[in-house]
């Protein structure tokens, strides 16, 4: 039976992208950066998924605004690199899992999550940037990977409740995959950033910290903050972190924190790395 | 009745909504175009003439042609379509939020450096206005 074996939150800031692309790692800017997902990179290098499940949001890439869809599943073949305005990142095609993917479509409908199918689509920095942060710049991404695209572009994104829910029955549609596969899912985004308007820059540290700490020991309250208090307290963009409680709901009841990484500034952003484990 | 957005009351916050998302379609459509290098480079050789494809107002064309960042998220724009315009200008993203906050790109990146911008302060328009 294929496994969930852990999940992992991480920041998608596509300055970190380009930092990579552009041979920055080294600079004193980046430097505590790198250095900080040294550690994540090397646990992913040992935990070796089969497969990823990605939670991430398109950034008005692959969806211009014909159609807005709440929760996205990709089920095709390979996903391509986007060009958002600077040219494509020079990053390895993104391979899929339709059948699984299919599998999962299935599974969640039948449990009353209605997933949009995705059978093309392009793939941003939202789901670029954590695959180069955790498994570095090999000639071929080394699992295949599978985007769940959530939208938090358009207000309102769905609830952080509703996302740990549809995280749990993830894990349950993966547990009915006979195929012997370890699945690692990744929640993408945040931490609190606002980068729009004349408060653009804001940060909240604490606000973040607290996030973190019950993301393995409390969930649930997590799962009750309401969309204002994102947006009032870490940031418009810190809504993303909905995306981090879909990771967590996947996971089971029972989580290990195995690394957390917190850093300011990724450009405008607050940037956060939490790896746990399902017990 | 309208919808109830408490996000209304956040200072220097345009949320991107679903009304701001109808006036500002045609806006992010020609935004959502700069993806391509051909209509890139297009739309930098003439200006003027490539916005006349798409049905924007007088006010967004204005803010296009004045890089007016602030007035363009309040016209409908989303600020991850805005982001290419300025790539399209060969500007940072840091340089938009920069010029978005009416502080110069070194101060914007120093603030950051620092920790970024605390929330005090910023919760609510009153609060903005105590401080």
Known sequence: ?279 | MAADKPYEDIPGTWIFDAERARAGYHLNRFLYTLMKESNRKAFLADERSYLEQFKLTAAQREAVRTRDWNRLLELGAVVYALAKLAFTDGRSYQYMASQMTGMTEKDYVDMMLKGGRSPEGWRSKSEREKH
């Open chain 1, 1 to 279: 039976m294929a496994r969930i074996i852990a999940g992992v939150g991480t920041s998608h800031t596509p300055a970190i992208g380009a930092a990579v692309d552009n041979g920055k790692t080294d600079q004193p800017y980046w430097q505590p950066l790198f250095k900080g997902y040294e550690p994540a990179k090397q646990w992913m290098a040992k935990a070796a998924p089969d497969v990823v499940i990605m939670v991430y949001n398109d950034h008005v890439n692959a969806f211009d605004f014909k159609v807005i869809p709440t929760f996205a599943l990709g089920c095709a073949g390979e996903f391509p690199i986007a060009d958002e305005g600077w040219g494509p990142r020079p990053v390895p095609v993104v391979k899929g899992y339709p059948e699984l993917a299919a599998h999962l479509v299935q599974s969640l409908v039948l449990d009353e999550f209605d997933m949009t199918i995705v059978n093309e689509m392009q793939v941003d920095h939202g789901l670029t940037v954590p695959l180069t942060l955790l498994f570095g710049s090999p000639a071929q991404w080394p699992c295949r990977v599978i985007p769940l695209a959530v939208n938090v572009v358009q207000y309102p994104a769905p609830t952080g409740h509703r996302c740990y829910r549809l995280g749990q029955a993830i894990r349950r549609a993966v547990e009915s995959w006979q195929e012997e596969l370890k699945v690692v899912v990744f929640g993408t985004g945040g931490m609190s950033h606002q980068i729009q308007g004349p408060r653009a820059g804001l940060t909240n540290p604490v606000f973040d910290k607290a996030f973190l700490d019950d993301l393995s020991g409390d969930p649930e309250r997590l799962t009750r903050i309401p969309p204002i208090e994102y947006l009032r307290e870490a940031g418009a963009e810190a809504i993303e972190l909905v995306m981090w409680l879909l990771m967590r709901g996947a996971l089971g009841p029972r989580v290990e924190e195995v690394y957390r990484f917190y850093h300011i500034p990724a450009s405008s952003t607050a940037v956060g790395n939490i790896i746990l484990e399902s017990r």
